[in-house]
T-cell receptor, first 117, second 109 residues
Framework: GAVVSQHPSRVICKSGTSVKIECRSLDFQATTMFWYRQFPKQSLMLMATSNEGSKATYEQGVEKDKFLINHASLTLSTLTVTSAHPEDSSFYIC?????????????FGQGTRLTVV | RKEVEQDPGPFNVPEGATVAFNCTYSNSASQSFFWYRQDCRKEPKLLMSVYSSGNEDGRFTAQLNRASQYISLLIRDSKLSDSATYLCVVPDSSYKLIFGSGTRLLVRP
């Protein structure tokens, strides 16, 4: 089956530094990938839609200058949390759906647990 | 009305019980529906896809009622390992998947 790989799975960083998270679709092309954030005991919240070759679409309330998204190829999207602060500590998950198929399920990366100290 | 709505639970049931979750959605044009399972501190994993009236896979049955715009998930003969959060997911008219807030299931010995 399709696999989405996310890296790193866990990162601890100092306040003020930037962290890059990678999301790769391993055996299919994904023109669109999605980035979610999940705080403890809360549901997944869509942060942004990553579009290959164009700008990402951010959900309301998500700072585009803080959460930089790059989707340079059909199999790779990156999320960079810039100038991270403790309140950015969360579980970040990416997902991807096969290009051109509207009714297919999404496959999720393993998630990245970010802790900002 | 929320785009996708679920009862948050928790549903606390004994092993062997049958339990059902409902999910309502607002986009009447949706053609596909999904149930995902999420374990604590893990990514969601696909449990079932529903494209027509329903789907069955072992102890799990998903049913779709388009007229009333709801999808249900039935779990028979509950196991301890079924304890998780179950997410109802409905695509919108673009590529986005809209997630319900999830229903938490606790299966006790």
């Amino acid at each position: 089956g399709a696999v989405v790989s996310q890296h790193p799975s866990r990162v601890i960083c100092k306040s003020g530094t930037s962290v890059k998270i990678e999301c790769r679709s391993l055996d299919f092309q994904a023109t669109t990938m999605f980035w979610y954030r999940q705080f403890p005991k809360q549901s997944l919240m869509l942060m942004a839609t990553s579009n290959e070759g164009s700008k990402a679409t951010y959900e309301q309330g998500v700072e585009k200058d803080k959460f930089l998204i790059n989707h340079a190829s059909l199999t790779l999207s990156t999320l960079t949390v810039t100038s991270a602060h403790p309140e950015d500590s969360s579980f970040y998950i990416c997902s991807a759906r096969r290009s051109g198929l509207l009714n297919t399920e999404a496959f999720f990366g393993q998630g990245t647990r970010l802790t900002v100290v | 009305r929320k785009e996708v709505e679920q009862d948050p639970g928790p549903f606390n049931v004994p092993e062997g019980a049958t339990v059902a979750f409902n999910c309502t959605y607002s986009n009447s044009a949706s053609q596909s529906f999904f149930w995902y399972r999420q374990d604590c501190r893990k990514e969601p994993k696909l449990l079932m896809s529903v494209y027509s009236s329903g789907n069955e896979d072992g102890r799990f049955t998903a049913q779709l009622n388009r007229a009333s715009q709801y999808i249900s998930l039935l779990i028979r003969d509950s196991k301890l390992s079924d304890s998780a959060t179950y997410l109802c997911v409905v695509p919108d008219s673009s590529y986005k998947l809209i997630f319900g807030s999830g229903t938490r299931l606790l299966v006790r010995p």
